[in-house]
């Protein structure tokens, strides 16, 4: 600080902005490692993975022209720019890296600005020596060493298992670049909301534009030649051509875009007071309507918009990957050890079982997903007690299970409504695009919504935590890590089937394909419940508050 | 009369904390009965058992002449709460909030509602976030005044209040009072007490030091005289219950039991009184006598403070 102090003259706004980077980075001390770590270690891991699968030039060049053949899959995953390990890497990584880049951006910054006024942190703070500008400034530094983190990793993990540096550092920069996008995207959100969790969904809607966008450009034009590429923050990465030519100055797009947004929102901030935002919030209702009327209606008023924001994103899931399925033994192709994964992963066997087990591959991943759901909804529960809302809702003739049920029929609900919407819309593409949606449809949607049996049981764990024992509520989320740790990466590494076994899903036949016996369905319905009821007891017999 | 609130011998540890040392409690129906005690005392451990969110390690504690912990739900019903930190829903208006509570009440008096949002100049739509603390406390407050209940237990309510919403709310107490309810208020504001309780039970390190009505405990405490007398004064140290004498010439300074002060008074007048100041016990005095007993330094200061007011 004293450094910042003794420039004054010009920068008094600036004024802390030093302390409060040191501040903000050590309180992200265990969030930031784990998604730069997750990031990085997730394209270097990519890169060793395809090495194995595809050893030879020439099993790769067969891959790479599958791959761009295939329109679906060049809307989701971008156009293949070479046969190199590198180029496949970039390929398989760069849009969904620079996208998760750009949601631990949005993390990040929101955390640091809005959820700082919101929460009126920022009050004491900014009454201190702290100029106007700092807490901004705070934020983007934080995200920008975040950034940082992950370009260096990928590009320093990249090359030293043997791929190109050169490729590497265009790789890595183009990754980080794209979340320092988002970064100032999240920046301009923040002053413009006076809830942190709007601005939050502002930016992660402009992150799913940003990715429709680019799918659209990669599925009309192959080889990353169609204008709408040029639109999307998240088609620059592959403009920059890492391990295929590396277009260096196209990583200038990202960061002027980046500085224009920045300035955007150190002139936004100029203009408003501390914890306003620029979009007023509108007055709400003098009198509650004559639904708000129990703890039911009131969980359901609480939950409803987050739970419309799941279905929206299950759907869209499904609906993307839906999509791409009939292709999907052409994405497999002859390479024996990616049929090999792919059975393991979806249970079937043949060509003709493929399809099959690619789609049970998704299925698993939508189950996985609504476990997150489902996980977040229930701790809701805790989230109400630790801030005090539930004492004085206590307090009223509102007995605990009553109090709790309101949160939990939406959360064991929810997820049925949330794997069915994914289940749907995935029918619904796949159906669509094999011109046979009264046939795929009903299979697929079955499919999907027989995980809910293992994201109930899984949720039965969250429920015995949150309702019985508050303190280790959040270690929830560590049971859900692990049961998707155990069904994403397990088939990948050849786990032995009692490791699978730890996760419920592992328990479920594959599907869509035999069914086998109800048992798998019937027991883990039946954990969920005894696990439910175990929490509850809890609940009832603990003290509150 | 009826007791609303019976707690004795209540005990409550967390951990190594203990919490609640044998508390003993005892609020008749229909009075403001004052809840005293510094920070950490027990106070809102004592309210949590009574609202059935804690449950009590020992000793016995009736509710309106029920179990709080077992009967919690039909107690509610008759009974309202205001925390001493409201925390509202980000996204329900303060006009939501207050219906919600009354829903979940015994019911509200729409009609006293709308009075009391007035007489608190409180903006019912604004959403839970754009309510300062002051405007939180009110929210919780109209709610629990507008509802039809028994028994009203206020937590340090008027935190975050200004001076005339003080008012506001002192009013509504006495208000609460003459259409018979019960209420236990646990406070710091001692005008407040003062001006509102009709018995007070002080409370400290989980245990009840003090319990009656404010002339009652006056009566326990010392007055302060200071006098100035014709001749040097002699025999007041001599004196069962005089404490703290200074006499520097004709001038005497001492504080003496209240219970005591009629043989001192007859001491002075025998050296001949020229003047007199007598000072009857605060309720701060009071206060402040049962918070600093054993803890060391700092009370030593504060009581010179609270002797220079």
Known sequence: ?545 | MTTAITVSGLHKSFGRTHALDGLDLSVESGEVHGFLGPNGAGKSTTIRVLLGLLRADRGAARLLGRDPWHDAVELHRRLAYVPGDVTLWRNLSGGEVIDLYGRLRGGLDPARRAELLERFELDPTKKGRAYSKGNRQKVALVAAFASDVDLLILDEPTSGLDPLMEEVFQECVGEARERGRTVLLSSHVLSEVEALCDRVSIIRAGRTVESGSLADLRHLTRTSVSAELAAPPNGLSRLPGVHDLSVQGTRVRLQVDTDKLDPVLRQLTESGVRSLTSTPPTLEELFLRHYQTDQGDVPAARRTEAAAR
């Open chain 1, 1 to 545: 600080m004293s450094a910042l102090a003794a420039t004054r003259s010009g920068s008094s706004h600036l004024t802390g902005a030093g302390p409060l980077t040191r501040l903000a980075l050590r309180r992200d001390k265990i969030m930031l490692p784990v998604w730069v770590y997750a990031l990085s270690v997730s394209v270097v891991s990519t890169a060793l993975s395809l090495e194995k699968l595809y050893g030879t030039a020439a099993e790769r060049a067969d891959f790479a022209r599958s791959m761009s053949a295939n329109n679906s899959l060049r809307a989701l995953y971008g156009p293949v720019l070479g046969d190199s390990v590198g180029a496949l890497t970039a390929w398989r990584m760069m849009a969904f890296g620079a996208a998760l880049t750009g949601v631990m951006s949005l993390l990040i910054v929101v955390r640091h600005t809005r959820d700082e006024e919101e929460t009126g942190r920022q009050e004491l703070l900014s009454s201190a020596a702290v100029g106007r500008r700092a807490p901004l400034t705070a934020a983007l530094c934080t995200a920008l060493t975040a950034n940082i983190l992950v370009a260096a990793l990928i590009a320093g993990g990249l090359a030293a298992v043997g791929q190109g540096a050169a490729g590497a550092l265009a790789l890595g920069l183009a990754i980080g670049a794209t979340g320092m996008v988002f970064a100032g995207v999240a920046a301009v959100a923040a002053q413009l909301t006076e809830s942190a969790r709007l601005a939050r969904g502002i930016t992660a809607a402009v992150i799913g534009a940003a990715f429709i966008v680019r799918a659209a450009g990669d599925a009309s034009a192959a080889g990353g030649r169609s204008p709408l590429l040029w639109l999307s923050p998240l088609g620059w990465p592959e403009q920059v051509r890492p391990y295929a030519g590396d277009r260096w100055w196209v990583l200038l797009l990202p960061a002027a875009l980046t500085a224009a947004a920045a300035l955007g929102a150190y002139a936004l901030t100029a203009r408003r007071d501390l914890g306003a935002g620029l979009l007023a919030t509108r007055p709400g209702p003098a009198a509650a309507g004559r639904a708000l009327r129990g703890p039911y209606s009131l969980a359901w008023r609480l939950q409803r918009g987050t739970l419309l924001g799941w279905l929206a994103g299950l759907a869209f899931a499904g609906a993307v990957f839906g999509a791409v399925a009939h292709g999907a033994a052409d994405i497999v192709g002859d390479n024996e050890r990616t049929q090999d994964i792919f059975e393991r992963l979806g249970g079937s066997h043949g060509q003709a079982g493929l399809t099959d087990a690619f789609l049970a591959t998704i299925t698993g991943m939508l189950g996985l997903t609504a476990a997150l759901y489902a996980t977040g909804s229930v701790l809701r529960l805790s989230g109400e007690e630790a801030d005090g809302r539930a004492e004085p809702l206590l307090a009223c003739a509102v007995g605990r299970l009553r109090w709790a049920a309101g949160h939990l029929v939406i959360a064991f609900a929810g997820t049925a409504a949330v794997l069915a919407a994914g289940g749907l819309a995935m029918g619904l593409a796949y159906g669509a695009t094999a011109h046979d949606i009264s046939g795929r449809l009903p299979r697929v949607l079955a499919a999907v919504l027989a995980q809910t049996p293992a994201v109930w049981a899984l949720t039965g764990v969250t429920v015995l935590l949150a309702a019985a024992l508050p303190r280790y509520a959040t270690a929830a989320w560590g049971v859900v890590g692990a049961a998707l740790a155990v069904g994403w990466i397990g088939p990948m590494l050849n786990a032995p089937r009692w490791v699978m076994d730890l996760s419920p899903f592992g328990h479920l036949p594959k599907l869509p394909g035999p069914v086998g016996s109800a048992a798998p369905f019937l027991w883990l319905t039946a954990l969920a419940v005894a696990l439910t009821a175990a929490g509850l007891y809890g609940l009832r017999r603990r003290d509150v508050g």
